[in-house]
């Protein structure tokens, strides 16, 4: 009796010691928690919705339980953001449950990666957004890659339907290939590859890991989504490995012979070619697993984000149609009828509005988790045990009316143009922030303004569904499980709004210019650079 009696003083002692305290519980079944619950609402695609509404209920920060694994403590409240991210930043690794969940899809990349050896991809990685190779190489690439995105559009008969997600999801994957790794992937032209549909499967099978405690068992069962792992996986990982010996092959070439191919060049100036000669230069060779784990974690930063956040953007737009008309009449007074020139970027703090606001309300990773490696107290009194997962819901975050006034809900733009200063990185931490701010935060806003400065000024967007159909698909970032389904107009049939457009310019011209937020305020372009140095580059850049 004696031991029966300690072992179920213990049983209760550990219970009590991994619980957090000091917040509120989402209440669950006695057995499952809080699974039925966010299992039904990810069948609905609604589990981020269903979030929102439980932060209502239940406070901005609250606690949920799965079984067979830790407590989540999930908040909404930038000090705890700050805290996280910033101030205990050495408390709060990726952890071994994130990273055994996600090491199919991303290895020891930078985004699976603790400690030392995420610290040394970040140190690497931290030198491939130089001014001069925007300059040279990335911008040119994605003002080529945006015109075909436009030629793609204008091309389509009128009232012919078009997936702009579909067609998002190529642009960048086409951009990211040739930036990334110098390789010219060419899904705008050929969308029939099984690459994109695996990329996708393969993040909705990680996600359900988060909430399926027993995923290892359904794995081996064959069951569910599982059953589909060794397909999907094993095609991203043969693609990855046949782009890293491609890369190999191109830098192994001698530089200085006449006639070298212009890939070859291209593979230097790329991301993961200048890991190689990075290592090179220290007399490292990468192993082909590291070098599968950068391409594949490359892609999903410069693939997945962008253009889920471009799509948003665009789903938007259409839903507010003077806004639209807004953001065309600044292009058009800022870029006339040359096109976008790479120092224009700079003067379009509408169209910044546009996307910082669809961000908001659409943030392209809508939750991030961390694991609690010692007890701490966060900032708002939660008392979170080691061992718990800490969660913040940048989603619920971008419509807390405790951020952003009782008008969360709402898509206004401009309000980006009313602020004296920007949000913090922590009340709008969209490009992560801290130690791990996202290196591609400039490449990302580029990309996106490059792309709405091309299509905007002559093409006019209409959602060819019901808006409610429009919803975020189950996986770790925040995609469109039925695609975006638009008409696409030329810009002369939308003219009704064009006088709601009026005061675009003169926000353009106005003091307000950075308040859009520190996205627009951190592209900078050389002194003096000839706008027309970037046509004449493009014609002579192949792909």
Not at 43 to 65: N, S
Not at 509 to 514: D, I, N, V
Request: glycine share 6%; proline share 5%; aromatic share 10%.
């Amino acid at each position: 009796m004696a031991a029966l009696a300690i072992a179920v003083s213990y049983g209760l002692w550990k219970r009590s010691r991994i619980r957090p305290k000091g917040v509120t519980f989402m209440p669950g079944h006695w057995l499952l928690g809080n699974l039925p619950q966010f299992l039904q609402a990810s069948w609905r695609k609604e589990q981020l919705d269903f979030m929102c509404d439980q932060h209502r209920q239940f406070g901005r920060t609250l606690a949920m339980k799965f079984p067979f694994t830790s407590w989540w403590v999930v908040t909404t409240r930038p000090e705890n953001v700050e805290h996280i991210l910033v101030k205990n930043f050495a408390n709060y690794p990726k952890g071994p449950g994130w990273q055994s969940k996600l090491v199919d899809l991303l290895g020891n990349g930078i985004f699976n990666a603790d400690g030392q050896e995420w610290h040394q991809q970040r140190k690497i990685a931290s030198r491939m957004f130089t001014a001069n190779l925007f300059k040279e190489h990335i911008w040119v690439v994605v003002r080529r890659n945006a015109r075909k995105l436009r030629d793609l559009l204008e091309s389509t008969k009128p009232g012919q339907q078009v997936d702009i997600f579909n067609l998002m999801n190529r642009f960048t994957l086409d951009t990211i290939g040739e930036i990334g790794f110098g390789k010219c992937i060419g899904s705008l032209e050929n969308p029939s590859s099984p690459f994109l549909q695996s990329f996708d499967k393969a993040q909705q099978i990680a996600f359900q890991r988060f909430v399926m405690p027993v995923w290892r068992t359904l794995r081996w069962l064959g069951i569910g989504q599982e059953r589909e792992t060794q397909k999907h996986f094993q095609l991203l990982d043969e693609y990855s490995r046949s782009v890293a010996q491609d890369l190999r092959k191109g830098l192994s070439r001698d530089s200085g012979r006449a006639g070298i191919a212009w890939e070859d060049i291209e593979t230097r100036k790329s991301f993961v070619g200048l890991f190689l000669e990075d290592a090179k230069k220290r007399g490292e060779d990468l192993s082909d697993e590291y070098l599968r784990d950068l391409v594949l974690n490359f892609l999903i930063a410069g693939r997945d984000t962008t253009a889920q956040a471009l799509s948003w953007a665009i789903y938007c737009l259409c839903m507010n149609p003077e806004c639209e008309a807004k953001a065309r009449r600044e292009i058009r007074d800022v870029c006339g009828v040359r096109g976008p020139a790479y120092d224009d970027m700079s003067r379009l703090p509408y169209v910044q509005a546009v996307l910082s606001e669809a961000l908001r309300l659409f943030p392209s990773v809508p939750a991030d988790a961390k694991y609690t490696l010692s007890d701490d107290i966060l900032p708002d009194g939660t008392v979170v045990p080691r061992g718990t997962t800490v969660i913040y819901n940048l989603y619920g975050m971008g419509r807390d009316q405790a951020i952003w006034g009782e008008d969360a809900d709402i898509f206004r733009p401009e309000r980006w143009l009313e602020m004296e200063l920007p949000p913090s990185n922590y009340a709008y931490p969209v490009f992560n922030a801290g130690p791990r701010e996202c290196l591609g935060r400039r490449l990302a806003i580029v990309e996106m303004k490059t792309c709405l400065a091309m299509i905007l000024p002559e093409l006019s967007f209409r959602l060819a569904i019901p808006a409610d159909q429009v919803m975020p698909d189950a996986q770790l970032t925040i995609g469109m499980s039925r695609g975006l389904p638009c008409t696409v107009n030329r810009a002369s049939e939308a003219r009704d709004f064009d006088d709601l457009a009026s005061t675009a310019s003169a926000v353009g011209q106005s003091g307000k210019a950075t308040s859009s937020g520190s996205c627009v305020s951190e592209f900078v372009v050389d002194e003096g650079e000839d706008s027309d140095d970037s046509d004449a580059q493009e014609q002579e850049t192949p792909c």
